[in-house]
């Protein structure tokens, strides 16, 4: 049988051990989707979704319970279609990306009415609605067209 001395194998050994430990949580700490954004839809089943998608085109039904939040908070994070869309009024309203420009977080959006601005909870960045102005990291949040007709509202993506 080969012996090895105790200081022989944990000078071999460690150094392993600790850069796994290391390198999975760096891996971790990089996820974009551990924060949990209770204002978001999920990929609904199609069909009964509330909405419709024809390649960059998204026709939302806003009178769906899928987006009942649009009424009650006044915006959402409709993560199926990677968009954040904010009521303006009854007549107007407004699609953004819902990546963050900073790091491209999707899922830890707030809206902070009284300053008319989205702020990603991941690292407090915040991005003015007006779809022309800076936000807190030099870049604009990216803003789609979008038309109402009715109760549908209409998305481009660029």
Not at 118 to 136: E, I, K, L, Q
Request: proline share 3%; glycine share 6%; charged share 20%.
């Amino acid at each position: 049988m080969n012996k090895i001395d105790r200081r022989k194998f944990l000078n071999n050994v460690c150094p392993a051990i600790a850069i796994s430990i290391v390198g999975a949580s760096f891996l971790e700490s990089c996820s974009k989707d551990d924060a949990v954004d209770n204002n978001v839809i999920s990929n609904p089943d199609s069909g009964s979704s509330g909405y419709t998608v024809e390649n960059n085109l998204i026709e939302v039904e806003l009178n769906h319970p899928s987006f009942s939040e649009l009424n009650s908070k006044g915006w959402m994070n409709f993560s199926a279609q990677q968009i954040l869309i904010l009521k303006i009024s009854d007549s107007s309203y407004r699609a953004f990306t819902n990546s963050c420009p900073h790091q491209g977080v999707r899922n830890s959006w707030s809206y902070d009415e009284s300053e008319s601005r989205f702020v990603c909870g991941r690292h407090g960045n915040s991005y003015p609605s007006d779809c022309s102005s800076s936000g807190t990291t030099g870049n604009i949040l990216e803003c789609y067209n979008s038309v109402l007709s009715g109760q549908k509202l209409q998305i481009t993506k660029s």
